[in-house]
């Protein structure tokens, strides 16, 4: 099957960053979002970062003015840049491409952030 691919996840200390890189493989088409959602254990899938095939970002709340979203369409990657983490900021990120019927997945990136 057709997914996307996450990398950059590791083990930083509370207060430094981290760059996700997420790639897109070229058979997939006319995506109209792409983003970031992580998932924590014993919490449920949220959403962090998405931005739109016309440019619009929306951020979650608790990343806002932390968290940036980026993509180069050349190189068919999206990223996440994270800065000031939190040990809260702990979970599996999983990039996410949105199709007018379809939503792919990666199979996500551990991030940890040590206090």
């Known amino acids: 099957q057709v997914q996307l691919v996450e990398s950059g996840g590791g083990l930083v200390q509370a207060g430094g960053s981290l760059r996700l890189s997420c790639a897109i493989p070229?058979?997939?088409?006319?995506?109209?979002?792409t983003g970031w959602y992580r998932q924590a254990p014993g919490k449920q899938r949220e959403l962090v970062a998405t931005?739109?095939?016309?440019?619009?970002?929306n951020y979650a709340a608790s990343v806002k003015g932390r968290f940036t979203i980026s993509r180069d369409n050349a190189k068919n990657t999206v990223y996440l840049q994270m800065n000031s983490l939190k040990a809260e900021d702990t979970a599996v990120y999983l990039c996410?491409?949105?199709?007018?019927?379809?939503?792919?997945w990666g199979q996500g990136t551990q991030v940890t952030v040590s206090s």
């Open positions: 996410t491409a949105l199709k007018a019927w379809y939503r792919y």
């Open positions: 070229g058979s997939i088409s006319s995506i109209r979002e």
């Open positions: 931005i739109t095939e016309s440019g619009t970002i």
